[in-house]
């Protein structure tokens, strides 16, 4: 498989791409910055330089041509205002899936946020961080050109990855290492079963591949 991933540089993306490239799928990550781009490589990653927050949908799209999935996980990051949350985090979210249908990339995987509501109320950082992933999932939810997946993690931590997960519509709150994160992003990329489901992922007693198969076939 070929899978482009947004928001190539970060934890959770570099760890995904190591994993994505280990079992000898072509994986390339998309960034702003080039000296971004050693990272990438050293994961096994073929990095592409866009800035989705100015990018055409055209530009973007042209950087998915040929891939079987796409994985939107970027982020404006914690050191960012209100503004960049719309811009990254709606935005570019927005622009990523336009893309993915414009090219007819059908698989399409979200990393989007635990209590992500478009009408979250509030007027924090945090508050609008959460409206707009909540914004974005709702928009993503419209296309029935995709077979989306949006998974909402808790706390994430970089604790090291135990393999064992909770991973359902709903989880309550709770922590996850990225390590476990990049693990189940892994095998939601590898099948369409789980195609129309927002899930919710926190740490747990079910190995990650069984837990996959478990809320497809629900």
Known sequence: MRIVIAGGHGQIALRLERLLAARGDEVAGIIRRPEQGDDLRAAGAEPILCDLESASVE????????????????????????????????????????????????????????????????????????????????????????????????????????????????????PIPRDDVAAVLAELVDTSATAGLTLELISGSVPVSVAVKSVAGN
């Open 59 to 174: 530009e973007v799209a042209a950087h998915l041509q040929g891939a079987d999935a796409a994985v939107f996980a970027a982020g404006a990051g914690p050191g960012s205002g209100a503004a960049r949350k719309d811009t990254v985090d709606r935005g570019a979210a927005v622009l990523f899936a336009d893309a993915a249908v414009r090219t007819g990339v059908r698989r399409y995987v979200v990393v989007s946020s635990m209590g992500a509501d478009p009408s979250h109320p509030g007027d924090d950082v945090f508050d609008v961080y959460l409206r707009a992933k909540g914004q974005a999932d709702a928009y993503i939810r419209g296309f029935k050109s995709l077979d989306w997946t949006i998974l909402r993690p808790g706390m994430l931590t970089n604790d090291a990855g135990t393999g064992l997960v909770r991973l359902e519509a709903s989880t309550g709150r709770g």
